[in-house]
């Protein structure tokens, strides 16, 4: 991301010992931008990688199911966005409403032909959902071909001293501040945010008082798959969309899932908070390839140091 | 007066092993009915399959004269059946306030005053309401599991060992509140416990399980006086 962005000032002449008190201020001053166009990378990787594991961590942390579709479900929701924006529809409803929508209804019809059937079976769940993923790659590619597919970014850009970056860096930490905040309410604060904390806690006594346990995995498994959809709509205009594109958000969103620990919001908020800084960090002082190496090795040390993940060690009992 | 309940050679299994074979017995509205038994006679596999959590692969359970005999356990919840676990299953990561608002889920509306008024008999739990569930002691959580059950406003209360890892006092204020219930309220209840004081304080009539039947029947009368030769104690 830091290669995005360009210089755009001059030098300006000047003479003697007054041009290098100007080079020594105009140097500071681009470390000064160079310092705040790396910091909206890393907020940006870091809002990237929350929303890419939001629905993840509903379906994986909350329910326990190994949905190892979860990036074909993010490629769908960048497809949607893609064709209704090619269709003349606004960009901002293809990537807010339509990629979530049309997710969720996907989301929908997995969980009743597929995943209700494999509830508390971890080993058969990720079969299914990896024979699902093969499946949707499949058909989106004998759709859409095996090319690279685009949305223009929506928003322009703005310059911080000598370099620029886009509004859409800034639009995308809000959207992953809104969503966290709407989980959160709707999780804490809702009678259904409730019954499903309770229900994927012990469905059968949840089932004791009267709920139908089988509604609300339907439910949760459909927001989880919303939210995906969302994903892949917010990262359409910043992705190559292609339909194996889900492969490579795939194990970051898991390592992040995991890394979090079993509170949903502030683990998974957590994690792609620590992740996000060590890979864009790792990309910006090596290359992008090793900003990965060094995010998977990290996830490790982690995962070793803190078997619960974050929220296990330090947010105990939190939503 | 109809049975309230009316089970009949009701049959169930874990796998392949039989575990109720052939239990028949009825009880009337505002009974307080007793169940003793050993560990291993089938209380707790009786309670379970009572509530629908354990499916019947024999016989028949009429609650109101309607057979539930193939009815899924939330459905039974919402015809006015609660059950008290044995093990409490508390909802560990809710507060105590959230565990007593999920045995709000069957009412249309919300309706908190409900929990007020239950809190009314629980006064050890008011204090408590901000705190986890799993942050509770064993006969704390006995007291939100029962009171948890009350907000569900159930006709017929299945209470399964509910002295069970228990600590004394509290167990005395569990057959207190009880009995408070009993007094105000039009509840009936079938009590599954090897504690037979705790059994003779509250029940109106006891029957005794043995090897997935039940095998007799005492008064409450004779239980008070010591004439328990039927039971497994």
Known sequence: MVGQGCKGASLVPVSGLQSGLVLTS?????????????????????ASLFLLC????????????????????????????????????????????????????VGLVVERCLIRFLYGRLIDSMLATWGLSLFIVGFVTTIFGNTTKGVPTPLGGFSVGAYRTSY?????????????????????????????RATMQNPEMAAKLGVNPARIYMMTFTLGAALS????????????????????????????????????????????????????????????????VILFTSAIILIRLLPQGISGRFFKGQL | MSALLQVAGLRANYG????????????????????????????????????????????????????????????????????????????PSLSVYENLRMGLVTAAKEDLSIIDAVLEDFPRLVRLLDRRGGALSGGEQQLLALARCLCTQPDLILLDE????????????????????????????????????????????????QKGQISGTVAREDLLAGKIAMSCA
Not at chain 1, 26 to 46: C, H, P, S
Not at chain 1, 261 to 276: D, E, M, N, Q
Not at chain 2, 60 to 67: E, I, T
Request: no cysteine; hydrophobic share 55%; aromatic share 8%.
């Open chain 1, 26 to 46: 105009y140097l500071k001053g681009i470390e000064m931008d160079l310092a705040v166009i790396v910091a909206l990378d890393v907020v940006n990787g870091a």
């Open chain 1, 54 to 105: 939001l629905g993840l961590a509903i379906i994986f942390g909350m329910m326990r199911i190994i949905n190892l579709a979860h990036g074909e479900f993010v490629m769908l929701g960048a497809y949607a966005t893609v064709v209704s924006a090619n269709a003349g529809l606004n960009i901002w409803i293809a990537m807010l409403v339509v990629a979530p929508a049309f997710v969720a209804l």
């Open chain 1, 168 to 196: 859409y860096t800034l639009f995308l930490l809000a959207m992953a501040l809104v969503a966290a905040g709407i989980i959160y309410a709707l999780m804490r604060h809702t009678r259904f945010g409730l019954i499903a």
């Open chain 1, 229 to 292: 959809g969302l994903a892949g709509g917010l990262l359409a205009p910043v992705s190559g969309i292609t339909p194996v594109m889900g492969a490579a958000y795939i194990a970051k969103a898991f390592i992040t899932v995991v890394g979090g620990g079993a509170a949903i919001l502030s683990g998974t908020v957590a994690a792609s908070s620590l992740f996000g800084f060590i890979n864009q960090l790792g990309a910006y002082f090596t290359t992008p390839v090793y900003g990965e």
């Open chain 2, 16 to 91: 392949r092993v039989p575990i109720l074979m052939g239990v028949t017995f009825a009880m009337e509205p505002g009974e307080y009915l007793g169940i003793l038994g050993h560990n291993g006679m089938g209380k707790t596999t009786l309670m379970r399959t009572l509530m629908g959590a354990l499916p019947a692969t024999g016989g028949a359970v009429h609650y109101r004269g309607r057979n539930i005999t193939a009815l899924a356990t939330h459905d039974r919840a919402r015809l006015g059946l609660g059950l008290v676990p044995q093990g409490r299953e508390i909802f």
């Open chain 2, 162 to 209: 509910p002295t069970e890892g228990i600590q004394p006092s509290i167990i005395d204020e569990i057959i207190e509140t009880l009995a408070g219930l009993k007094a105000r309220k039009s509840l009936s209840m079938i009590i599954v416990e090897q504690n037979l004081d705790f059994i003779t304080s509250l029940s109106d009539r006891v029957l005794s399980i």
